[in-house]
């Protein structure tokens, strides 16, 4: 009986809220396009999977928009469509990112394997925060979560270099616009997760699982995370309840970037 009142008390935290999710069709962008529904928001999905996209966003009672996260036309188009759709834009999470096999080392990633994900990883959320902003400082409130990541924070010896590189830049761009726009009642931060046991992470253990062993080893709590967990993480920056975080590096990351060594 307990657990189910503690349910009911938490069930809605953002219940009426229009939020905006990229990569909203697989692993953590699809649990927390879940998760905020289930929360009661009204929830637009823009993703390039037009064969998931919109079985989802029918499964979640929300609206699918076929967005490549790079163009700026689209990317209005995104959030333009969900102000008509819902009559606001309260929560955005630029989550849209790619980890390709040719981003290695700095002395093996060619150029055009750099650009390509500071485009998808960078860009996109610099577009996406371009996009929402002016309808968040119109209504006077709204929570921006962008995703980063822990390599933001540390280095890798198993690098992914345009990857790490791209983290960074939407860790810094996230801080410095959380502080910009805080007194405009507009919270920016940045989710920085650890390993996630998503699709491109078992593509890794497919295709490298001595890289995937060499990373898991650092994890102090002995296993990746589960994009569920995340959800949670990015339900709280989404919610009142996190009312006086903003500019942030939300770790969530099993204790790895806290760790000298990992318990046996």
């Known amino acids: 009986m307990i657990i189910e009142k503690e349910v009911e008390v938490m069930a809605g935290r953002i219940e009426g809220k229009v939020a905006v999710v990229t990569g909203g069709c697989s692993g953590i962008g699809l649990a927390v396009v879940q998760r905020f529904a289930a929360e009661g928001a009204k929830v637009v999905i823009g993703d390039v999977d037009d064969v998931k996209g919109p079985t989802i966003a029918e499964q979640v009672g929300g609206t699918y928009v076929h967005v490549d996260v790079t163009d700026k036309r689209q990317v209005d188009a995104l959030f333009e469509t969900a102000f008509t759709t819902y009559g606001s834009v309260d929560i955005a999470f630029n989550n849209a990112g790619i980890s390709p096999p040719e981003d290695a080392s700095i002395l093996d990633t060619e150029l055009e394997a750099w650009k390509r994900v500071q485009e998808v990883n960078l860009t996109s959320v ?52 959380g502080v910009q726009f805080a007194r405009e009642g507009v919270r920016v931060n940045a989710l920085c997760p650890g390993p996630v046991n998503t699709p491109l992470l078992q593509e890794l253990f497919a295709t490298d699982p001595e890289r995937a062993q060499r990373r898991l080893v650092h994890v102090p709590l002995g296993r990746f995370a589960e994009p569920a967990e995340m959800a949670n993480a990015v339900l709280f920056l989404a919610s009142d309840e996190s009312s006086f975080i903003t500019a942030s590096t939300f770790l969530v990351d099993g204790g790895i970037s806290g760790a000298y060594v990992t318990p046996v």
């Open 126 to 177: 610099y577009l996406c925060c371009k996009a929402a902003l002016p309808y968040m400082l119109e209504q006077k409130s709204g929570s921006i979560i962008n995703t980063a990541s822990f390599v933001a924070v540390m280095g890798a010896a198993t690098s992914q270099i345009s990857y790490s590189a791209s983290k960074g830049g939407v860790l810094s761009m996230s801080r410095e616009l």
